[in-house]
């Protein structure tokens, strides 16, 4: 994400915008301030999204391949219903009586290890990581974090110093303790091996310095690292590790979770680990706030000692009502299934295609969540992977990139992705490749 902000995103008065879309952007930067950055050279202005397309003011349909938040398709009618018929009826807090974020709470924990069993909810991923900081520092007696180095894991100030993505002035914080992302080229002895021993290497360092390891937290498909999910298994040894060492494993499903990978519902089944804890956010509402922490109960049990915990949204009833139309949409429409098999189809396309455009290097996938390297003479290029982003978009096609270096795609569409949605990624990509 640190180069991807910068080769991606619009610069003031570099795009071609519509004189009314160029006084939004003007108007958007005196109101908003110098922080936000808005994706593309020539950035979109949908009004309207359905299924996996966005669509804007003249009528121009862009096929969405980067939102994992409408994660069951735009605006999807079975979500606004529940959402809609809920506010309309009440719209309280956990500090009444009320059934239904009990039902969503039963239905959610369901899709986890018998072991996790309790949840707590919150509006925002960062929210629910940050309340995991606090529960694993009352849990362990220990404040050392391990993350990895291009980690994102929210906007708090203990996430933000969690997030060495976020951009440069963001440094690590004093407890925090980043090591390689897991890909072959930062462990050639082996991934799985070789990134439990850094976990090892990151505990020594902090016991060094007189603090206790509390956490190891790892986005689960590891996205804005470079998108690395295999080899299936390779965190096993590291959760291990830091567990060896008195600290707590924490699996970041915010970007993996809810049947994206289509092997499993999350990402750290595909590793075959249960996790001390579990945060989860984005696709959880599909777009209504709505995030939370699935815990082993032993874990909280001081924490819920020593605090009271109330978040005035956080599992409102509204957002109890959001998420479990949400899960009934995923089941009924079999998207995990559908996210295994057009994501299996996706990542064989781009492999082939390879063997044609020598900019095509390595894809990394596992179901609808891939990252595809792009070379120049063989080695990574961010500024073509920025060009190919910004040419796509031309082409009414949504994605962005990550990894340190921005140099691969990112590739994360709505979960009822079709086979006819990868021919036309595909097919442009064949037409664009050799023209940048
Ligand atoms: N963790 C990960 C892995 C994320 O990708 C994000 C959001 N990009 C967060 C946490 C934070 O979630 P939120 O933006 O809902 O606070």
Known sequence: MRQTTMLNAYTPGAGKLSPQDQALADRRARLLGPAYRLFYETPVHPIRGEGVWLHDADGTAYLDCYNNVASVGHCHPRVVEALAKQAATLATHTRYLHEAILDYAERLLALFPPELCHVMFTCTGSEANDLALRIARAATGGTGVIVTDNAYHGVTLATAEMSMSIGPAVAPGPTVFPIPAPCAANYPQGIAQGFAQAVGAA??????????????IVDTIFSSDGVYPDPAGFLAPAAAAVRARGG????????PGFGRTGSHFWGFQRHGITPDMVSMGKPMGNGYPLAGLVLKPEIVAEFGARARYFNT????????????AVLDVIRDENLQQNAASVGAAFAEGLRSLAQRHEALGETRAAGLFLGQTILTDGRPDPARTARLVNALRENRILISSTGSLGDSLKIRPPLPFGLSNVDQVLSTLDRLLPTL
């Open 248 to 255: 707590l494993f924490l699996a970041d499903e915010v970007q």
């Open 313 to 324: 949204f956080g599992g409102n009833a509204v957002a109890a009502a959001v998420g479990l």
């Open 203 to 216: 505990c020594d360092k902090m016991q060094a310095q007189g603090i206790r390891p509390a956490l190891l």
